[in-house]
């Protein structure tokens, strides 16, 4: 699934460093690559997710088969912009060791599914 990561190198001439690009993308937490159970590999770039949970059709009610969300809250009126994006990555990683299925992904929301009726899901809000 790499052939729209190849066009765009290639129209923007950064074929010859294509690998370095992704390997520094990786090392920031930038982009995730995520392999599916079937064996493809694809590239999560949270930051460039733009629809909502409602746009998307996403169920983000709290039920036994759909827990509720998680808050991160700051003590500062100060966040970091891109950080949802940057824990994102790095709890796809997670996700990825333990096996789970494909997360469900939109802008400012991820539900990663843990096990058969458990899941996490990370919410972001502007408040």
Known sequence: ???????????LKLRDIK????DI???????????SKEGSSIYLVPCMLTLSP???KLNISGNPKNPAPVYITFNTKYVP???????LVLFMEYAQRIHSDQPELSANYAHFFIGEFTGIKFVATNV
């Open 1 to 11: 699934m790499t052939e729209l990561l190849d066009d765009s190198c290639d129209r």
């Open 19 to 22: 690998d370095s690009l992704l």
């Open 25 to 35: 993308m990786k090392k920031f937490n930038l982009l995730c690559e995520y392999t």
């Open 54 to 56: 409602d746009e998307l």
């Open 81 to 87: 912009a891109g950080l949802f994006c940057r824990l």
